[in-house]
């Protein structure tokens, strides 16, 4: 990779003393090149002011194969086009600013009077004329999405003629498009330069910015930047929480260093307001961990720029929860942000799902750890788009489909690292999971209950955080499970929570917007895992949902908290959302999937208000109709307890107490050298269905009555109480 150290780095901290009144475009859309579809290298010189195109083409932009964006049309299976564009600047002291757009597909290199000052998706120095782009890239106007600004030293001009001038690379030559829109406009400080308006879609860039959140400021040096691969970049990042505002023109007092940065995301990618995918790098271009606002030292983040959440906060409070409920969750921090000078309004800085320390706890997986306890753990995996890299579900989707069943992807080890035996013994794990769930009686032919699989708790509050959410992509997107190795618990665990974007009534469709009904069945023919509905036909599953419920109803989920914390954020944000739907001007508006309570507020205030009413309707509706028993809600209610239970390891403190034959048929005996005061055998809803009181250091007693399955032994000694499984076959 170029070292970016050689890179020049763009300041823009002069701009915030600009003069600019307007600005005008010089170089618009509709405008005539001279232009070549080349057979052969043009000259050296073929992008500078005295190169002779008399021989090239003329027409005007867009250029490309024909489609609704290109008004010159040249022939399909051409991989590139040369375009010059001379134009005249009669006041050069009349330019404050100068901004650059490309509307494109694939890649191109643009130069301004011969130097080159933007470059996507295309190598070399110059690059050949029959080489294709390095990679793809979409058009975005024909969309109605702007193209991304690339701000020009204005002293880049020269009084008089210039020369923009712009080659564009295709894919390869089968590819079904080529386009090609070059825009140039300047900032002016007189009432009229004599240049034409500017675009719809222009948005002058930011001059000054003040704010009491940290600003993120990065420049690509005239690259734009792509989803895929991450293009270099340098980063700033401006807080000082001694002062009652941050300022883009300060310097950068938490981090001035070099990143690679991306695109990211799925439907996201079609709103105008882009989420990015950023990795620390040092000035070589290596992966380096950074820690930064009280981030825990790390390379890789996410920049989630919040569109059609005009709360602006629901990831942000999604993960808030998911950490009080005592799991991991990305952690967060508000910033605003400006990208090449352009401001991009409001952001959340986000953890990546990654294996780490202080992200995904779980040991590494190495690829020569392929037996023993070594292949038993490491693994996260997850429901997401897309049949690839992972193995399919031997059960098909909730509704039953025959046609359709739940695939896994592999997430770490990456599809390209995990090794054979790895990848066959995380899915013979889920296999038998599932091959549990799917018995009447919820054990395997293994002997195995479901429950001796996962995370019991994981799974209750996931299910609880994405049904209070109404998360639509919940179950069958974005849905991520871990697994540690057996010698550290061994479960498969259900997390970390991620994108609820379209979540807490922000969605037209499966029921989102509605304060009623199971998200789960109201969204069932999109296609989710069976066995969410099969436990929820469990009482071992909805005792267990039902007590934590009410538990975290009286704290952590009680109306006045959630109130407490939507306020909070709001706070945190505060006046930063105005210059967020400044930016954005989306307010009152559709944008898709908001529901019609997302569309009529005109105010963040007012949408905020909405929301909390939403919550709170909803909470509503899921005191009453929760599933389960709150009966015997010791046995869930702690996380390492039950962990204790489902496994039947004996807890170091306890190893007298003794059990067998487990499993048993006709009877079984109970030992402990303190004295057995009480026995109570409890069914898997939790109900007692016995008790004994022996006062005797061992008691036997017949189980020949009982049905089939998984119970648990309560045992109260001298010591204290102890809980066990125990398995009836």
């Not at 859309?29 to 001279?34: F, I, L, V, Y």
């Not at 986000?350 to 023993?372: C, F, H, Q, T, Y």
């Not at 026995?679 to 009555?705: C, K, M, N, W």
């Amino acid at each position: 990779m170029k070292p970016l150290a050689t890179i020049a780095l763009l300041t823009l901290s002069l701009q915030a003393f600009s003069q600019t009144d307007h600005w005008e475009t010089v170089i618009d859309q509709g405008d005539q090149w001279t232009y070549l579809v080349p057979t052969s290298q043009p000259a050296a010189d073929w992008m500078s002011l005295g190169f002779n195109d008399a021989s090239w083409s003329v027409g005007p932009s867009g250029i490309g194969y024909g489609d609704s964006d290109d008004q010159t049309v040249i022939p399909s299976g051409t991989i590139s086009v040369y375009m010059r564009k001379v134009f005249n600047i009669s006041d050069l002291a009349a330019i404050e600013e100068v901004v650059f757009h490309m509307d494109f597909d694939d890649g191109y290199v643009a130069y301004l009077n011969g130097v080159e000052i933007s470059r996507v998706l295309v190598d070399g120095s110059p690059p050949a004329w029959d080489q294709p782009s390095s990679g793809l890239h979409e058009a975005t106007l024909y969309n109605g999405v702007a193209p991304q600004g690339i701000i020009i030293d204005k002293n880049m001009l020269s009084a008089g003629n210039n020369i923009l001038a712009v080659e564009v690379h295709n894919a390869n030559n089968t590819s079904s498009d080529l386009s090609s829109i070059p825009f140039l406009s300047v900032g002016v400080n007189v009432a009229d330069a004599g240049y034409g308006p500017t675009p719809w879609w222009f948005t002058p860039p930011l001059t000054n910015l003040q704010t009491h959140l940290p600003i993120i400021d990065i420049s690509t040096n005239g690259q734009s930047i792509v989803d895929d691969p991450k293009i270099p970049a340098t980063i700033r990042i401006i807080h000082d929480p001694s002062k009652p505002f941050n300022q883009l023109d300060d310097p950068a007092n938490v981090l001035d260093w070099y990143c690679g940065i991306e695109f990211r995301g799925e439907s996201s990618q079609s709103f105008p307001k882009k989420n990015y995918g950023i990795e620390f790098w040092d000035e070589f271009g290596n992966d380096i961990d950074t820690t930064f606002l009280n981030f825990p030292s790390e390379e890789d983040f996410i920049l989630h720029g919040p569109y059609s959440d005009k709360s602006l906060i629901n990831n942000t409070l999604t993960m808030f929860l998911g950490r009080e409920l005592g799991h991991y969750a990305s952690r967060t921090r508000f910033v605003e942000l400006v990208v090449n000078g352009d401001y991009k309004g409001v952001y959340v800085v986000m953890e990546r799902i990654k294996r780490d320390n202080e992200r995904v706890d779980i040991a590494k997986l190495n690829p020569w750890e392929v037996s023993g306890d070594d292949l038993t753990g490491g693994y996260i995996f997850r429901i997401d788009k897309g049949i690839a890299n992972g193995w399919e579900s031997n059960y098909s989707i909730s509704n039953g489909d025959p046609n359709r069943k739940i695939f896994f992807q592999f997430f770490d080890p990456k599809p390209d690292e995990i090794v054979p035996q790895q990848a066959a013994y995380i899915e013979n794990y889920m296999d038998n999971f599932e091959n549990a769930v799917a018995e009447s009686d919820y054990i395997n032919s293994q002997n195995r209950h479901y429950t001796d699989y996962i995370d019991l708790r994981s799974f209750v509050d996931t299910f609880i955080l994405n049904e209070l959410a109404k998360n639509i992509d919940a179950w069958r997107l974005s849905t991520y499970f871990f697994k540690d190795k057996d010698s550290k618990g061994g479960k498969v665990t259900a997390g970390p929570l991620w994108d609820f974007n379209l979540a807490w009534g922000n969605a037209d469709y499966c029921g989102g917007d509605l304060t009623y009904g199971w998200e789960y069945y109201q969204c069932d023919h999109a296609g989710h895992p069976f066995w969410w509905d099969r436990m929820l036909q469990d009482t071992t599953f909805t005792n267990a949902l039902k007590c934590r419920w009410d538990e975290l109803r009286s704290d952590k989920l009680s109306d006045s908290r959630l109130t407490f914390v939507v306020d909070s954020l709001d706070a945190d944000i505060g006046d930063a959302a105005d210059r967020n739907f400044q930016r954005w001007p989306i307010l009152g508006s559709y944008v898709w999937p908001n529901p019609q309570y997302y569309i009529t507020p005109t105010t963040h205030d007012e949408l905020l208000g909405i929301t909390k009413f939403w919550i709170t309707e909803r909470t509503f509706w899921m005191d009453a109709n929760m599933p389960g028993d709150a009966k015997h809600c010791e046995i869930y209610e702690n996380f390492d307890f039950w962990k204790d239970i489902v496994t039947g390891n004996p807890n170091p403190r306890d190893q007298s107490l003794l059990m067998y034959p487990n499993p048993a048929e006709e009877q079984i005996t109970i030992y402990h050298e303190a004295r057995l005061l009480q026995i109570e055998l409890i069914d898997p809803s939790g109900r007692i269905i016995h008790q004994f009181q022996p006062s005797a250091t061992s008691y036997t007693f017949s189980v020949h009555d009982l049905e089939k399955g998984v119970y648990f032994a309560r045992v109260k000694t001298g010591v204290g109480w102890f809980v066990r499984k125990i398995v009836i076959e």
